[in-house]
């Protein structure tokens, strides 16, 4: 199994108020990934990175924010959270792009 | 965007039996990748398959990417095969970051 840790595993949040999640890798892969899981969409792309500092947007980006400072870590941030950002998270990580590994998620609901 | 449609979206076999899974698209790709999600939410992946066929244990996969399909074939099933079936795709793969769209997926049930 690859080396993907996220924390917490579940919370549960107050409209309005901010949240981290963070995805440790011990891999030390270059790419990482944030996505988000809801019934009837799959698995839909918030934002993803291709190196410390280097981030970009994804399929669904609005109303979140990413941050790389290490290679090992990849937080993602709900500035103000809503009821729709209730969903599981999955940070995924790779290396040279073609095959990716998911962490275990993370269950956020909004209240 | 690219589309991607899975069929059937749920199926129930008796163990021991075999299963093949759809994978449609609306365009070329070259990154196809097929997951399993177990009952317990986690997410393994089970081929990169571009192109061709890849055989792994009781599992095998084809795609056919001038036809814009690849299958999943499961023999011999097994409860533990019970889950979520993912198939994603990317259209443009540059040889970095993999920025795969989702099917909804194909949820199993192996029953004894």
């Known amino acids: 199994d690859a080396g993907i840790t996220q924390s917490p595993r579940h919370k549960v949040t107050e409209t309005g108020t901010p949240v981290t999640l963070r995805c440790h890798q011990t891999?030390?892969?270059?790419?990482m990934y944030w996505y988000r899981q809801d019934p009837g969409h799959g698995l839909r792309l918030i934002h993803y990175?291709?190196?410390?500092?280097?981030?970009d947007k994804g399929e669904v980006s609005d109303g979140y924010s990413v941050s790389r400072s290490k290679t090992e870590d990849f937080l993602l941030t709900l500035e103000s959270a809503t009821s729709s950002q209730t969903s599981v998270y999955f940070c995924?990580?790779?290396?040279?792009?073609?095959?990716?590994?998911f962490g275990e998620g993370s269950w956020l609901t909004v209240v | 965007g690219i589309q991607v449609e899975q069929s059937p979206p749920d199926l129930i076999l008796q163990e021991g039996a075999n299963s093949t899974l759809r994978c449609n698209f609306s365009?070329?790709?070259?990154?196809l990748q097929w997951f399993h999600q177990n009952p317990w939410g986690q997410l393994i992946n089970l081929f990169y398959?571009?192109?061709g066929t890849k055989q792994n244990g009781r599992l095998s996969a084809t795609t056919v990417a001038t036809e814009r399909y690849s299958l999943l074939y499961i023999s011999s099933s097994q409860t533990t095969d019970s889950g979520v079936y993912f198939c994603?795709?990317?259209?443009?793969?540059?040889?970095?970051?993999?920025?795969?769209?989702f099917g909804t997926g194909t949820r199993l049930q192996v029953t004894l």
């Open positions: 995924a990580i790779s290396e040279s792009g073609n095959t990716i590994y």
């Open positions: 891999e030390n892969h270059r790419y």
């Open positions: 990175s291709y190196g410390v500092k280097d981030t």
């Open positions: 365009d070329s790709v070259n990154n």
């Open positions: 398959i571009p192109s």
């Open positions: 994603a795709v990317e259209r443009v793969y540059t040889g970095t970051a993999s920025k795969l769209t």
